[in-house]
């Protein structure tokens, strides 16, 4: 067996009933939970646990809703003593990454987060911006394609590289709708509206940069004990003086998922642990190079299964 990778989703991947489970199973999950609820001055765990679906979507809600429910999991999880050589997350995930690399305490991430997904809410004005997947089209020409949209007076640019043939475009409603139909002529397969509430990963963003900074240079980042890939270019920082600029960039450049991925696996890891809600993270790795092995680990029994797993393989 080579490396082992732990990596955590973003934002689409909440669900109603996140991390109950193991609130339920744990004292100190649902001391985690706590904190959190505290440190945010609203109940998250009542939002995670009982929903409505439609509030636990919001940006601000879903982003430290995920990132707890995924801390959760990995504390459980980290006592089965599996340690990663490396730590990555999509999007929203990279705090959680930032995390459990131990650059961050856990109730300064769920901070961070939730301030996010507000400044994100607030950068466009509800409507004017969105995103859609372009499944089936080479990158280089999708870049083309927004390059010349943009140029014409409608930003819009590539927002998420999560595998091949899966990409997915963000900027003013209007821009994407033009990008998708050039995409379409010049042979995307298909091109799906996404539904978000902005243009997020795109040159719209930069207005949050100065609020989520102020909010970043609140917070101690530490240097990382693990390795964590950064969206942003795809290779591992450990260094605090850099990690704050990378999340700043974050906001507002692509992430680099397919070429974190493909850093990884050249680094020697051919085990990836999703951990934390949902399985998308694994779905887009498998799509990269069925090789690896992908295991998700997000409650007691799916724990239980991955340790089983791991153990099998190293045998």
Request: one cysteine or more.
């Amino acid at each position: 067996m080579g490396k082992i990778a732990f990596v955590f989703p973003g934002q689409g991947s909440q669900a109603v009933g996140m991390g109950k489970l193991l609130a339920d199973d744990h004292q100190e999950i649902r001391e985690l939970f706590e904190t959190a609820d505290t440190k945010l001055g609203f109940s998250l765990s009542d939002l995670m646990f009982n929903g409505p679906q439609e509030k636990l979507t919001l940006t601000m809600n879903a982003q430290p809703a995920i990132l707890a429910a995924s801390i959760a999991a990995l504390k459980v999880f980290e006592k089965e003593g599996i340690i990663p050589d490396f730590v990555a997350g999509h999007s929203l995930g990279e705090y959680t990454a930032l995390t459990a690399a131990k650059a961050l305490t856990f109730e300064d991430a769920v901070y961070i987060v939730h301030k996010r997904g507000q400044f994100m809410e607030q950068a466009v004005p509800a409507g004017e911006g969105t995103m859609a997947a372009v499944l089936g089209m080479d990158r280089g020409l999708l870049q083309e394609i927004t390059a010349e949209v943009t140029a014409a007076g409608e930003a819009v640019g590539l927002a998420n590289l999560n595998c091949p043939g899966q990409i997915v475009i963000s900027g003013t409603k209007s821009g994407v709708e033009q990008a998708g139909a050039l995409a379409k002529e010049k042979g995307a397969k298909r091109v799906l509206p996404l539904n978000v509430s902005g243009p997020f990963h795109s040159s719209l963003m930069q207005p949050a940069t100065a609020q989520l900074e102020k909010v970043l240079n609140e917070v101690e980042i530490k240097d990382c004990e693990t390795p964590v890939i950064a969206n942003v270019d795809a290779k591992a920082v450990v260094q605090a003086s850099d990690i704050r600029n990378k999340l700043l960039q974050q906001l507002y450049s692509p992430v680099l998922w397919e070429d974190s991925v493909e850093e990884l696996i050249e680094a020697g890891v051919d085990t990836f642990i999703e951990i934390g809600p949902g399985k998308v993270l694994s779905g887009l790795i498998k799509k990269i190079d069925r090789q690896v092995t992908t295991l998700a680990v997000q409650d007691g029994e799916s724990i239980k299964a991955a340790v089983k797993a791991l153990k099998e393989e190293t045998v």
